[in-house]
């Protein structure tokens, strides 16, 4: 199914490191179901990724050395035009084809619409991380109140509304974790949507350990947060 925006007002934006073997794909995916959206791809490749990123038309903007995950998608984030924005990452696991339905829920009035990988467990998850982001999950619902499935899904889309105006931090891993629970608090319209998660191309650079501390440290902030501004009521 193709979308075709009659404005361009989506902008789509990517994090990337070291994707050159999947980088056009992911971009040729994008472009078959939103040809007039913008791509923004902020990148931290010692390969060609940039390069080809340029090459197929997307606004490219390069943090060298890197500074992690959060600063990069705060600049991408920040950087898109478009008065809706999606994250995807640049891996192929998330599928280009729901956009559009992401785009939909979006235009009914949501400020927030995330696509969970987990109504149930995907065969490209391994059962450890499938049953980690299961906890997390259930954390949230816990600590801070929110119904989710999937705290850490790269596949959201955001309106530049909320994006301008919640005060989130981007130092620091798990910055979806931030990005969810917050908003969903703070009166910004959220939904979710169930999603396919794909085998990934390339090499993983995901950090367990270190992303289980930086989740929970989000988690508990936003439990604070909450906290206090209960008992100022």
């Not at 361009?8 to 007039?36: C, F, Y």
């Not at 990452?89 to 559009?100: G, N, S």
């Not at 009914?108 to 049953?131: I, Q």
């Not at 931090?169 to 009166?187: N, T, W």
Request: with cysteine.
């Amino acid at each position: 199914m193709q979308y075709s925006d009659t404005t361009p007002q989506l902008s789509v934006v990517m994090v990337t490191l070291n994707e050159e073997g999947a980088i056009a794909k992911v971009i040729e995916d994008i472009r078959h179901v939103v040809p007039a959206a913008e791509i923004v791809v902020v990148d931290s490749s010692t390969d060609r990724t940039a390069e080809l990123a340029e090459r197929l038309g997307c606004r490219v903007f390069r943090q060298v050395p890197p500074r992690g995950y959060g600063p990069a998608m705060h600049e991408a984030l920040q950087e898109a035009h478009g008065e809706i924005v999606i994250t995807v990452d640049c891996d192929d696991t998330y599928p280009a084809e729901r956009i559009p339905d992401l785009v939909s829920k979006m235009r009914e009035g949501f400020d927030l619409v995330s696509a969970s990988r987990l109504a149930r467990k995907p065969a490209a998850m391994s059962l450890a991380n499938y049953l980690a982001n299961r906890l997390f999950a259930w954390l949230a619902g816990v600590f801070c109140g929110v119904r989710t499935t999937d705290v850490h899904t790269g596949m959201r889309a955001y309106s530049r509304h909320l994006l301008k105006t919640f005060p989130y931090d981007p130092q620091g891993m798990a910055l979806p974790v931030e990005l969810l629970v917050g908003p969903a608090r703070k009166g910004y319209r959220y939904t979710e949507i169930f999603i396919d998660y794909r085998p990934r191309i390339g090499t993983t650079t995901l950090k367990p350990f270190e992303g289980t501390v930086w989740t929970l440290r989000r988690l508990w902030k936003w439990r604070t947060i909450l906290a206090r501004d209960h008992e100022q009521k």
